[in-house]
């Protein structure tokens, strides 16, 4: 059954550093998705993206944040400078269905 | 706006006893709800979903969750747990009226199905 992935599954940065978390959707796939959890906290939407722009994006995704599909497979979440609140698990999601959205295993971020 | 609430964040049960996870929502629109479980070091996996139809739906691994609207609930169900459901569970909602598709998660329920 196809999954997305995610890489790398755990990723340490110093506070200040840009950071590139990447997803590989289920190939079919048409809409993408990053969503973060921090720990002990909810999963929390950040933002959705459909035929090459961002369609929908919360308060959290702010100029720091951009994402991009820069091949027909990839799908890239960057952070420009990270900051010690940016530590959270980031899931990558997609679907085609209308509606379900099937999601990776997550990347752990530590910003120290 | 969309919320999600689930009451509890842990319940205990018994191997073979039944399990009940509850998720209670709040949305402007129809209300298109979803459960995920986690595992641990991994993502989050799709169990089923409420979309229209019939009020009881069916989904993986024995679970069944039941929509009800007048009491704007969604709770999550299995007849006999086992102990590999041991598990966080997440209750979802996306509003039929939101332009975006974006999913508003509860809190999550830890499951521990004790042997």
């Known amino acids: 059954e196809p999954e997305v992935t995610q890489t790398p599954s755990h990723q340490v940065t110093q506070m200040g550093q840009e950071v590139i978390l990447r997803c590989v959707p289920i190939?079919?796939?048409?809409?993408f998705y990053w969503y973060r959890q921090i720990l002990g906290q909810k999963v929390e939407f950040l933002v959705s993206?459909?035929?090459?722009?961002?369609?929908?994006k919360s308060e959290i995704f702010d100029d720091q944040f951009s994402v991009e599909r820069p091949d027909g497979s990839n799908f890239t979440l960057k952070i420009r400078s990270t900051k010690l609140e940016d530590s959270a698990m980031y899931f990558c999601?997609?679907?085609?269905?209308?509606?379900?959205?099937?999601f990776g295993p997550g990347t752990r971020l530590t910003v120290l | 706006a969309q919320s999600v609430a689930q009451p509890e964040d842990q319940v205990n049960v018994a191997e073979g006893n039944p399990l009940t996870v509850k998720c209670t929502y709040s949305?402007?629109?129809?209300?298109?709800l979803f459960w995920y479980v986690q595992y641990p070091n991994r993502g989050l996996q799709f169990l089923l979903k409420y979309i229209t139809g019939d009020n009881l739906v069916k989904g993986s691994y024995g679970f069944e969750a039941e929509f009800n609207k007048s009491q704007t609930s969604f709770h999550l169900k299995k007849p006999s747990a086992l102990v590999s459901d041991s598990a966080l569970y997440f209750c979802?909602?996306?509003?039929?009226?939101?332009?975006?598709?974006?999913?508003?998660f509860g809190g999550g329920t830890r499951v521990l199905v004790k042997p």
């Open positions: 993206f459909y035929n090459n722009e961002i369609s929908e």
């Open positions: 979802a909602v996306r509003d039929s009226r939101a332009a975006g598709n974006k999913l508003t």
């Open positions: 190939s079919n796939h048409l809409y």
């Open positions: 949305v402007s629109g129809n209300p298109y």
């Open positions: 999601a997609s679907r085609n269905n209308p509606n379900t959205q099937y």
